[in-house]
T-cell receptor
Framework: RKEVEQDPGPFNVPEGATVAFNCTYS??????FFWYRQDCRKEPKLLMS???SGNEDGRFTAQLNRASQYISLLIRDSKLSDSATYLC?????????????FGKGTLLTVNP | NAGVMQNPRHLVRRRGQEARLRCSPM?????VYWYRQLPEEGLKFMVY????????ESGMPKERFSAEFPKEGPSILRIQQVVRGDSAAYFC????????????FGPGTRLTVT
């Protein structure tokens, strides 16, 4: 099983649609969870951290289910500018709490 | 406040040549991380350095790859005798502390080996 596995995508949605991305991780000792966004041929940028209680930032909602080792990202009212690759990122914690493990990413294209 | 800087942005090397990638962390950051992104793959951790120290190089290939972060100057990722499989985007990140959520990424160096 891969350390971090995401929906393979790609996702093509119209403007205004709601889209959800799923991610699973294999290491039950993982402590921190994030969604990053990566535009084509650019560096990854932190979109939001993911907390056990779930958290929301504007149109973006992230959820974490530790029992199922599952993370999700929901984007509401999608905009053209949301087109990017979304990366699920996990930190294994412990003595290596600096080490980020990235999923392969899910490509989202929002169409006019 | 300048972000993480990497240069060159694009680097073309022939097989067998050496590649040197440089990373200047954000001001005030003393922790540097290198990640590699192969085509169609996710970013993979390579090495974690502090000034003059390699803390964790568990993600570095055993041969041909080395990294340093001297007391003065940028961090350097060096690849000797490059092969086609080394073609990838190499990203550097920095943080003020040893915590992952504060890692800020540079724009990357795209290495192409011909």
């Amino acid at each position: 099983r891969k350390e971090v596995e995401q929906d393979p995508g790609p996702f093509n949605v119209p403007e205004g649609a709601t889209v959800a991305f799923n991610c699973t991780y294999s290491n039950s000792a993982s402590q921190s969870f994030f969604w990053y966004r990566q535009d084509c041929r650019k560096e990854p940028k932190l979109l939001m951290s993911v907390y056990s209680s779930g958290n929301e930032d504007g149109r973006f909602t992230a959820q974490l289910n530790r029992a199922s080792q599952y993370i999700s990202l929901l984007i509401r009212d999608s905009k053209l500018s949301d087109s990017a690759t979304y990366l699920c990122v996990v930190n294994t914690g412990g003595g290596s709490n600096y080490k980020l493990t990235f999923g392969k990413g899910t490509l989202l294209t929002v169409n006019p | 406040n300048a972000g993480v800087m990497q240069n060159p942005r694009h680097l073309v090397r022939r097989r067998g040549q050496e590649a040197r990638l440089r990373c200047s962390p954000m001001k005030g950051h003393s922790h540097v991380y290198w990640y590699r992104q192969l085509p169609e793959e996710g970013l993979k951790f390579m090495v974690y350095l502090q000034k003059e120290n390699i803390i964790d190089e568990s993600g570095m290939p055993k041969e041909r790859f080395s990294a340093e972060f001297p007391k003065e100057g940028p961090s350097i990722l060096r690849i000797q005798q490059v092969v086609r499989g080394d073609s990838a985007a190499y990203f550097c990140a920095s943080s003020p502390h040893r915590t992952s959520y504060e890692q800020y990424f540079g724009p990357g160096t795209r290495l192409t080996v011909t």
